[in-house]
């Protein structure tokens, strides 16, 4: 589920960055365009959970259903472990990634933290803190924090304390951390650091305007950027004087403003929305959940499958579904527990795959247990049913906030070495 997740944020960030970006990267709309960016950042993130009704068809939901479980493999040893597929090698390598820019990320904040401790500090007329270092850095602020160095407070403050006055006052802080947590999520997602570079660069036009707005010669002004625009940034929620965005950023303050009818474009970002929600959405349908509820026996073959109760209703896929106690990972701990390669099984050297289904009940007990696909030999097929009968309550599964009958499915793997 994680990993589906993952994708669509992905996907849909990609498809809105395609599609609105170019629109509006040229216009001197720098509030705007900085709405519209942090706009895309939130919705990749919020469209994946949206729900909405479409025609899922209830088998297929079923049938995906029945294979999220890892497998549980049983070995003739004895030992017991679960089947490693290629989602799970995904996503060890995505968890990977995230932990290690989470690190990085902390480190770096800690060392900046960390040193301008050490450094002098002195408040400014707008409620920051200046801190003046030795080091040889760009000028850069950091939340409420202004670091220069201190030749640079000596001679230049005018044109920084103003820069990085307006960066605080913006805070754009809050829109780098915004902008750092997608990243940690979204990786892998080269439109994520695209999308970063972009948002960064508005930053820069925007304080650049506001700047300007105060009286400042503006060819004194962009002087000034040419000599400072040295280094890198230091950490991610720092806004510094770079060369970075330079070039654009000149040609930004030297452009005509644009007409506001061109505002307009960003309507576009409507169908684009829209149409991402349309294809990335979690679909629902409860018409054919409750089709399907009555109309069990024959929406999918189940001849094995005993019900003691002729009447009972029993849904296929409900909007809460079952969960074992504690999760997937418990119910796989539960399995490999108590689960035992049978002598008989390991002597004849029998092996097989069987997917075990069964009734998670409203009061969440595990009943009308059955084979639904065999292994091929009785004796494996037996063991699994013992186990699966010997599960505890569930917490059961629940149809418009009400517990109702729900049949699921575990596969399980034995196989010898």
């Given amino acids: 589920m994680i990993l589906h997740y993952i994708i669509k944020t992905a996907l849909v960030l990609a498809m809105l960055y395609v599609c609105i970006m170019p629109l509006l990267e040229k216009e001197t709309f720098h509030q705007l365009n900085r709405i519209i960016i942090l706009g895309c950042l939130i919705l990749s993130f919020a469209v994946p959970l949206t729900h909405i009704a479409s025609g899922t068809n209830p ?4 049938v ?3 294979v999220q479980l890892p497998e549980i493999m049983i070995d003739g040893n004895g030992s017991k472990q ?11 390598i995505y968890t990977i990634g995230v932990v290690a820019i989470f690190t990085m990320t902390v480190v770096q904040t800690a060392s900046l933290i960390q040193r301008l401790r050490k450094c002098e500090h002195i408040a400014d007329n707008s409620g920051n803190t200046i801190v003046l270092t030795d080091y040889a850095i760009s000028p850069f602020c950091f939340f409420h924090y202004i670091v220069m160095r201190r030749d640079d407070y000596a001679n230049n403050r005018g044109f920084i304390l103003t820069h990085e006055q307006e ?3 913006l805070r754009h802080y809050i829109d780098l951390v915004v902008l750092q947590v997608a990243t940690i999520i979204q990786w892998f997602n080269p439109f994520v650091w695209l999308i970063g570079k972009n948002l960064k660069a508005i930053h820069e036009f925007e304080v650049d305007e506001a700047v300007l ?3 400042i010669d503006a060819t004194q002004y962009q002087q000034f950027l040419v000599i400072k625009a040295v280094g890198n940034r230091l950490q991610p929620f720092a806004n510094n004087l770079n060369k970075e965005s330079l070039k654009r950023r000149i040609i930004m303050m030297n452009q005509k403003k644009s007409n506001r009818w061109m505002m307009l474009k960003a309507l576009f970002v409507i169908p684009v929305a829209t ?4 294809v990335f959405a979690n679909t629902t349908d409860m018409r054919s959940m409750a089709k399907a509820a009555n109309t069990t026996a024959n929406s999918i073959s189940t001849n094995n499958m005993q019900t003691k109760q002729s009447d009972k209703k029993i849904f296929r896929v409900v909007e809460e579904m079952p969960k ?6 418990k119910l796989m701990e539960f399995l490999m527990m108590n689960m035992k390669y049978p002598e008989s099984a390991i002597k004849a050297k029998q092996q097989g795959r069987a997917v075990v289904g069964f009734v998670v009940g409203k009061d969440g007990t595990v009943s009308d247990v059955y084979i639904k696909r065999s292994t091929g030999y009785d004796v494996l097929d037996n063991e699994a049913m013992r186990v699966v009968k010997s599960m505890p309550a569930w917490e059961p599964g ?3 906030g009400k517990p109702v009958d729900v049949n699921y499915f575990v596969p399980i793997t034995f196989r010898q070495k």
Avoid: E
Avoid at 59 to 62: N, P, R
């Fill in 59 to 62: 088998t297929v939901a079923m």
């Fill in 64 to 66: 995906r259903q029945a």
């Fill in 82 to 92: 679960p089947t490693w597929n290629l989602a799970d090698i995904i996503i060890g």
């Fill in 167 to 169: 960066h605080i006052r």
């Fill in 213 to 215: 707005n105060k009286g």
């Fill in 275 to 278: 149409l991402a929600v349309s």
């Fill in 324 to 329: 074992f106690k504690g999760g997937d990972a």
């Fill in 398 to 400: 629940k149809q418009k």
